[in-house]
């Protein structure tokens, strides 16, 4: 006699199945991509599709059971697919109720670079005029400690924060001493060019365990090109800065930032290349952002998405081939996209959250104490557009500022799951509100999605992932890598 | 200039209302759309907003009506999986603490 049931014995004792939420969207023109709720995919024909909505799968296809295993169809005798699907929606939204980790220090608009796409730095040695003041870093910080979440980052921003280090430096020792009765898991992170790096920055950052995000675009002409500075040095000075960073701080604790260019566009292998030379495991494929002088040179108008996607797609094929030789290497939007497709988490990668990140993940202290829902809010005010200034820091109350119809509204006309075409996209548990951009480009916080280069874009991303995934088992196991990272 | 107008007719009995006019919206940087409803045919005027090739503009229409009928899919699954829906997210929030009562 046999210790296990027959095969038959685990068919399904009614006739008919029904349907858990589910969405779809059409891959090619051969096939469809159904999600569930909780963002969990799969791939099946045009005619399958009708054959699911319609109650005409039998037990017996290999699609049903791939269905009812993922919680896309349920049978009535099933003991818990509701239960199990709530649990993964739940996991991903669980970051909601911590509500606010980020906070940016904006303590200087001064900077050593005058970058043609950056959004707002200055060139001035007038510190009165763009520097922070101790006052509103004293009120910005009851701001931080006002939020719940247990992990508070405090990120400093510039302009090029090195140029306002003495501030830097309040921060990070007031900010601990009122944390000692808090216990709060507090992280800091100075984004820099690393130009300016002394003995000095190190030994406090080593002290204090604090983070450097930096920026590199590419090989020494296109680096240069991209971001000048007097001297014409700015990537020796990236490259002298890592090697001392990394040996003072440890090897990771400096990553680096590219943005795409229309120069950039012909050399995506060298990019990677230069990030492979120095050290780096992964690269992040940035298009322009809309805001500030990228808009004022033209950058931004430079490429269309069309020319960026090819660029992207070209940079991760490389990428993938770099990996299938041994070597580990990752595409950082990838990675956040591939997380939140193949696993219940959800990396809190602001441009992509639902309800949007504005304000309830970051937060903006800019240098004169305005405070902004977001980076790219305090870049549109600098082109002339308050529709995200919160209040300001030394002037508004937390409740003023948080409960403002200016950030709630922005929050709720854009809640993906009621927003027009967003509702029904099969892409939803993987794509972000984006407020802002909608505001800055197409002047709705909204927008219409059939004409949004975000849509264009994410959409092209989301397709070409599941495609590379289920053309090539070997890029699939490197993709669920990159998604279950520690 | 842009190409001449296109008239496309569905039945009231195979296709809801809404499924049309989310199908339009989905087409809304090509299209601009009229549509009215006369004794159980819904007729749709469709505007292009550019000039197309003759073969260009029928895959167009033929992606148009594609859509009305993932539409319709569409309106079917949201509504009967509304009660499941609510039930799962009910759960999925449940003690969550996010709720002024809890």
Redesign the interface.
Known sequence: MSKFHSKEDYLPTEASY???????E?LNSDEYVLTN?SGEFTVIENAD??KV?NYKLVPEDQLYADLRSRQFIYEPNDKSP??M???K??TK?SR??NFTNLHLFVVTLRCDHSCPYCQVSRQSEDKSSFDMTKEMADKGLDFVFRSPSPALKIEFQGGEPLLNFELVKYIVLEAKKRNESLGRDLAFVIATTLSLLTDEVLDFCKAHNIFLSSSLDGVEALHNANRPRAGKNSHQKFVEGLGKARLALGFDNVSALMTTTEQSLPQVKSIIDEYLRLGFNGIFLRPLSPYGFAIKTKKYRAYNTERWLEFYKEGLDYIIELNKAGVRFTEHYTSLILTKMLTSNDPGFVDLMNPSGAGIAAIVFNYDGGVYASDESRMLAEMGDDSFRLGHIEKNTYEEMMLSDKLLDALEDTFTLSV??CS?CAFEPYCGAEPVYHHAVYGDSVA?K??SEFCKRNMAIYKHLIELMRSDAETKQIFLGWANRC | MASADVVLVFDERLFSIEAVQ?AA??????FAMDMSLVNGSITCTLTPSQEHSPEGLQHYIDEFK?EVL??H??I???A??ED??N???????SN???LASE
Do not use: N
């Open positions: 029904k349907l858990l939420p589910i969405k779809f059409r709720m599709l009708d909505v509701v239960q699907l709530a649990l929606v739940r939204y909601l109720a027009p075409m029904d219409r059939p004409e | 989310k919206y989905r087409f809304i940087h090509l594609k993932d539409q899919l569409r079917k699954i949201k009967e999986t499941v829906r039930l799962v997210l009910g759960i999925a929030f969550s603490g996010l």
